[in-house]
């Protein structure tokens, strides 16, 4: 069963479009969603919470309509910051947010509350971004949801609690079986957590495969740059030559590249060696359009 | 619903004890102002501060996310606009009734309401809220929605003085803090049999298009 489901999504604003986007988002299971700046991916979680409208195409979440607004009672969120009222403290978020949720579990809460070094009584206004950060964590892990959505959770965190946070997270995956979903630009993170990846680029999928899929299937190539000509690019997702060698992202079977031995070296493809080439090669591609 | 209700007042709370609980009486008693125009200049600060607090915090994002409805998110405000309009005038009925037992041998002529009044305030009220409230909802710009309402209140209440003039009797003078006393006047003379039941429900139907309005417009918005 998937946890969600966006069936041909369609959306136009003044400065962006998105257009036919289908994607399935896995139960059990960590995806991530990545893609550069302005590519749709807050646009897909916004759509998916309710806070913007596809034009066409239907959301399913937990197997319900997501304008169910009872399907969000299993759903925790973490926006890309803490969007509540700067002078309220956690205590009155609390006394705000606990009431809607059937599930709220005090207990975890200040287990986490603890956790995360947060004070009750002060003002949000005064917190530190990672403070807002986990304090948006603190909110959507205590009503134990199925189902959690993260819009950049890692933004503003320092290093140390990144790693906290992702630990957490596959922790929480293993003992739960909750569904976790998130958009990130820290592609490392989810190198380490990411079992399914969604790559949006400029309002569209570029990819949607497992995570041991894309190990599979992609590569970075690294050579001399003499071996690089008009028919080998033809071979690479995307290729970057400099004066000393090429880079390119190879997808298919990296045994073609045997009969070069020593000269080629062959790398598994990190997420960010796919964010990078296939960004660069659908931005020329686009200009190439735009020029002829 | 309540939950929402409740955040309203925990964001009104210093606005609602200094405003409502100290100046509105304050206002009354000391120089006699009109307590009904008082009441519906302290329910618009009340109402739009609440849509300053979401506009700056963007916390409408967080609000839509939770399990809650969006019509009850709309519906709630609505909710505590008439709470305000009607806890705000039982304490000034309240502290009229004080007033008057305290100051009963002083000769002052404090003007304290009857249940028309009442009437007349509730559905003056929700008239207010009615008006305030889909603005804030149909212009993303909270201060332009804000120049607007001004404008809009101050255009009701410049054409509802000469009426209110005339009504009370004022010949050749205004004398402001007695014009409240007019709004019953006003409803008894323009609206036909039952004048306070017909304004209950054309206060009630208006209140009640806005609502739904501001609910369609809530609904189709991105936020």
Redesign the interface.
Known sequence: MNAAELSSITKH?KDFSMENINMTIPEGFVTGLIGPNGSGKTTII?MM?????PDHGEITLLGTTHKD?????H?G?V?D?L????H?SIK?MK???A???THWNEDLFQAYLEAFHLPYRKKIKTFSQGMKMKCSLLFALAHEPEFLIMDEPAAGLDPVFRRELLDLLQEKMLNENQTLFLSTHQTADLDRIADYIVFINEGHIVLQKSMDEIHERFHVVKGKPNMIDADTKELFVGVHVTDTGFTGLFAGDPAIFDVYGSEIIIEKATLEDLMYFVTKQEREASQNDTTY | MIQLIKRDLLLNKWAGLVIVVILLPLAYISINLPITTLLMLVIIPMVSSLFYADDKSHSMRSVIAMPVAKAVIVRSRYAYGMLIVIVAMLYQWLIGHVIVHMLELTGHDYFVYDWKDMTTIVCLGAIVVAICIPLYHLMSNFYAATIVLICIMYVLWFTSLDPLVTVTGMQDHIFFNDIDRGYTLLVEKYLPFPPYLFLALGAAFLFFLSMKLSEYVFLKRDH
């Open positions: 604003r916004r919470l309710g806070l913007m409208q607004h009872r399907v969000k009672q759903i969120f926006h910051d969007y509540m009222y700067d309220f009155q006394s705000f947010i009431p809607f949720y």
